[in-house]
């Protein structure tokens, strides 16, 4: 794959950096040690700091205005803005840190004031989440799991039609590094006729991406198909964490609760839609037979460019794996393709009601699994219900997760002629 020709940095150890070379530039929020929550952009191993950038006065116009957004402890107001000041402060940057930049000199005078050893630093969620929706648009798992509770039925007739979708809880979400402690419930065992309160013993996760909403709809007008992109701020990984036995006790009639509002793992970079756009991708062709989507939701620009080509990837990491210096295990390589309906429609049928979007909402994919074996993002999948056990190099196995496990998720973009560019990691390791 030659990439010859696309722009290096003299920031050296991002040119063919497996997740933030000068082509990525995502923005987060970090504190320093001891110091405030800040925004800035990753690049190599360093956080491009802007707030010294604005000191600096390295911006002006629509890319200052952007920058000003975005160096604070939230995204939110940088989200806002929209597409136009994204790009005019991403462009600025990409001039700033490019090999030949004319400002290098004055640039790396400023030493670690302006680039940051991601070392030194700690990552916090990107925004404030004012509400959080999780979909199922993985249509491979939605019959994986369809047949394991509706085998004669695994996937209801709406599913085609609607991007089915429910409310999660924006006070569980937390960056990635955090804890996740196993909740508690009610399960009912097999042959039981009154549940039992206790901790979660099938606790889950699930593979999935994120997508950030940047400018919002007022209340009571919809976001068309054709602008739903422009309203998308960028993309994240992230772990739906869920009690399966919970869910199987709960989840009829109104779907997921408990065994799923208590912790949903992000990576903290936010990957805009400017980097992902050279992964672009058509939507794949529905099977024979499927309906072609409502006219609100069909758009043909949509479908030969909405969906995205990113490898998404599965690690773990138990405590007896860390003893023996054993690197984590792969259990799943997937991606975004497997994905039913595009971003753009999720968008577009969430504010089809009216409903109000909002600069800083998180939306979830829903587990993104492909059709086969390796390609399963949960192990409710994997182990088809518990049925059967995954083998791990120690000689342990796994059929849910256990005290000590860590999970990774990674994610990856390639093209042949295209800089790849990564997301970082989004791990959490399970608490009791």
């Known amino acids: 794959m030659s990439t010859s020709n696309h722009p290096r940095s003299w920031v050296t150890c991002a040119n063919d950096h497996p997740d933030f070379p000068l082509q990525n530039l ?9 110091g ?4 800035g952009a990753a690049v190599g191993d360093f956080i491009f700091d802007l707030q010294a950038a604005l000191d600096a006065n390295l911006f002006e116009g629509s890319a200052r205005i952007a920058a000003e957004a975005a160096s604070r402890g939230q995204l939110n107001a940088f989200f806002a803005l929209g597409a136009s000041p994204r790009k005019a402060l991403r462009n600025e940057l990409l001039k700033l840190l490019d090999e030949h930049s004319a400002q290098r000199e004055r640039l790396q005078a400023l030493g670690d004031s302006l680039l ?3 070392s030194e630093c700690r990552m916090h969620l990107p925004a404030h989440v004012g509400d959080y929706t999780d979909f199922y ?3 491979h798992h939605a019959m994986n799991v369809g047949k394991l509770f509706r085998p004669d039925n695994p996937l209801l ?3 085609k039609y609607v991007p089915i979708a429910y409310h999660g809880r924006a006070s569980t979400l937390c960056v990635s590094g955090t804890p996740i402690k196993r909740p508690n419930g009610q399960t009912l065992a097999p042959g039981a006729e009154v549940p039992a309160f206790g901790p979660s013993k099938r606790l889950d996760y699930e593979l999935e991406v994120g ?9 009571g007008e ?3 198909i054709t602008e739903a992109g422009e309203h998308i701020a960028g993309f994240c990984l992230l772990n739906d964490w869920s009690a399966r036995d919970l869910q199987a006790w709960e989840y009829q009639p109104l779907g997921p609760f408990l065994s799923k509002s208590f912790a949903t793992s992000i990576s903290p970079w936010v990957v805009t839609a400017e980097a992902l756009a050279p992964f672009c991708s058509a939507q794949p062709e529905r099977p024979a037979g499927d309906p072609k989507p409502l006219d609100y939701l069909f758009d043909e620009q949509d479908q030969r460019h909405g969906a995205l080509d990113i490898e998404l990837e599965v690690l773990l990491l138990t405590a007896q794996m ?9 259990l799943a390589l997937s991606n975004t393709l497997n994905m039913y309906w595009t971003v753009a429609q999720m968008v577009t049928h969430h504010s089809v009601n009216g409903c109000k979007l909002q600069a800083g909402d998180l939306f979830g994919t829903g587990t993104l699994s492909g059709p086969r074996a390796g390609q399963l993002g949960s192990l409710l999948e994997m182990t088809e219900g518990g049925k059967h056990a995954v083998q791990l190099p120690t000689g342990e196995t796994r059929k849910f997760l256990e005290a000590g496990d860590e999970v990774i998720l990674k994610a990856r973009c390639r093209k042949d002629g295209e800089v790849s560019i990564g997301f970082g990691e989004c791990r959490a390791v399970i608490v009791g």
């Open 26 to 34: 995502p923005f987060g929020v970090f504190s320093r040690s001891g």
């Open 322 to 330: 860390k003893e023996q210096g054993i690197a984590p295990q792969r």
């Open 137 to 139: 648009v993985g249509i």
């Open 36 to 39: 405030e929550k800040q925004g």
């Open 157 to 159: 007739p709406n599913y």
């Open 222 to 224: 919809p976001i068309g």
């Open 116 to 118: 940051v050893p991601m």
């Open 211 to 219: 997508v950030w909403m940047g400018q919002g709809n007022e209340a």
